[in-house]
C-alpha cells in the first residue's frame, strides 16, 4: 500500500490550533530545517516537537475515524487516506526520534516495512535518513506489534 503526504488532512478536522501547528511543523520540516533546531533550540526542543507530534496524530485519529470510515464502501477510501496519513506522520515522527528513542525506532521501522526507512540508521548524518524524511509517497508492508509494552506499577 502506497502512502502519500497530504497538508489538507491537517486542516481537515476540528483539530484544537495547538494540535493543528504540530502536525504542520512536523510535515513541512524538510531535513536541513532540523539539523538547524538540533543546533539552535537542542534536543529538549525537538523532544516537545515530537512528543506534541504525536498527542496532535492521535487527536487527528480520534477525530477522523478511520476505522468507521473502512466499515462502509462509501467512506472506504476517505479511511485509506487517513490511516495513509496517519502512517507518514508515524514514519516522520520515527525519524524525528531516531536519535533518542533507537529501540522503538527499529521497532517502527520493522512494523512499516519499507527499504528505504528500515536502511536507515540512527545516525543523522547518512544520505538515507535524508531520503526517508523527504519522502512523501511510500509503500509499506505492515506487521504490526506493540511498539513499547505496558509497565505494570508494583506496589
Known amino acids: 500500500n502506497g502512502v502519500v503526504r497530504g497538508n489538507k488532512h491537517v486542516e481537515c478536522y476540528d483539530l484544537c490550533k495547538g494540535d493543528a501547528e504540530a502536525l504542520q511543523e512536523i510535515i513541512s520540516l524538510d531535513a536541513g530545517l532540523l539539523d538547524e533546531m538540533l543546533e539552535e533550540k537542542g ?9 506534541r507530534g504525536v498527542q496532535a496524530a492521535n487527536t487527528y485519529m480520534q477525530t477522523s475515524e478511520p476505522w468507521i470510515k473502512l466499515k462502509s464502501a462509501e467512506t472506504m477510501d476517505e479511511g485509506k487516506q487517513h490511516l495513509e496519513f496517519l ?24 512494523i512499516l516495512g519499507n527499504a528505504i526507512l528500515s536502511a536507515v540508521t540512527t545516525d543523522k548524518s547518512n544520505d ?12 509499506v508492508a505492515l506487521a504490526p506489534d506493540i511498539l513499547y509494552q505496558k509497565l505494570e506499577v508494583v506496589e
Not at 534536543?43 to 512528543?51: G, M, N
Request: glycine content about 2%; hydrophobic content about 55%.
Open 43 to 51: 534536543i529538549s526542543h525537538v523532544l516537545q516537537l515530537r512528543y
Open 87 to 110: 502512517l507518514y506522520v508515524i514514519k516522520q515522527l520515527a525519524l524525528l526520534s531516531a536519535p533518542f528513542l533507537i529501540e522503538g525506532f527499529a521497532k517502527v521501522q520493522t
Open 128 to 139: 538515507l535518513w535524508k531520503q526517508a524524511w523527504e519522502l512523501e509517497e511510500f509503500d
